[in-house]
């Protein structure tokens, strides 16, 4: 579908088209739902909050319904940290979702660019176990198994957050140094538009920023129409339309 189809689309199963039963949705309202619903349709393809308790790859429509947003080998270089000469950071991709797979390039020493690259799996843990972890014989790092904790976070500066410096650290024995993070991850869905339904072409975000080209869904197609819907079931809900029922029906009929 084009925006232009989602947006009629979303009118019809409102009970919008030539009718003035409830409030009309303008194209920037609708714009919005349809982004939402994106986002809700990843979280719910990804995760088990869903009516099938089913996650990413659980099933081939879990496979493909996220597909488009799968990203594959990203290298992030990774730094050492200025507080523990044994952690390493990377900083994530600006599009960054769910985490699929990580593993780091790693060497015994990065003074001799002649040193062999290893690659080793990045084992997530969680940070009140990174303690134990760390001293303990058979789960801390070790570039003979191959294995490294990581752990996900945001770095203070001055005692304030860097929330638009989200990052990931893993972790050595000071045997060997982390030269890239390397990550499977699904992205963000690129936000649709529709600003050439309006007059003149554009419009305003809430926060100033100018939409002035028509943006598709990226999605699989095969995912318009339930995307579409639970745009429908969004607006549904916001305005007590007496059919929010029916159209929640319809969106787990889709898993």
């Not at 990203?71 to 600006?94: C, E, H, I, R, Y």
């Not at 860097?162 to 972790?171: G, I, K, Q, S, T």
């Not at 100033?208 to 699989?220: A, F, K, M, R, S």
Request: glycine content about 6%; aromatic content about 10%; charged content about 20%.
């Amino acid at each position: 579908m084009t925006i232009q189809d989602m947006h009629w689309d979303f009118k019809i199963k409102l009970n919008k088209v030539d009718s003035s039963d409830f409030p009309n949705f303008q194209i920037p309202e609708i714009d919005w739902m349809l982004n939402e619903a994106q986002i809700l349709f990843l979280k719910q393809r990804y995760g088990v909050s869903n009516q099938k308790r089913m996650g990413f790859e659980v099933s081939q429509k879990r496979i493909d319904d996220l597909r488009d947003l799968v990203v594959k080998d990203v290298f992030l270089p990774a730094v050492v940290s200025g507080t523990d000469p044994n952690m390493w950071v990377s900083q994530l991709p600006a599009d960054y979702a769910f985490l699929i797979r990580a593993t780091v390039n790693a060497q015994t020493s990065i003074e001799n660019p002649e040193c062999p690259s290893k690659r080793l799996t990045a084992i997530q843990v969680q940070h009140d176990d990174l303690s134990s972890v760390l001293s303990d014989p058979f789960y801390s790092p070790s570039y003979s198994w191959g294995e490294v904790p990581m752990v996900f976070g945001t770095q203070l500066s001055g005692g304030i957050p860097l929330y638009d410096l989200n990052e990931v650290y893993a972790y050595t024995d000071g045997t060997f140094v982390i030269t890239t993070m390397n990550f499977d991850y699904l992205r963000m869905p690129t936000r649709v538009a529709f600003p050439g339904g309006v007059p003149g072409g554009a419009y305003d975000m809430p926060d100033g920023t100018v939409i002035n080209v028509d943006v598709n869904c990226q999605l699989p197609l095969a995912t318009h129409e339930e995307v579409v819907d639970i745009a429908v079931q969004i607006a549904a809900g916001n305005i007590d339309h007496p059919g929010y029922q029916v159209r929640a029906l319809k969106t787990s009929i889709h898993e």
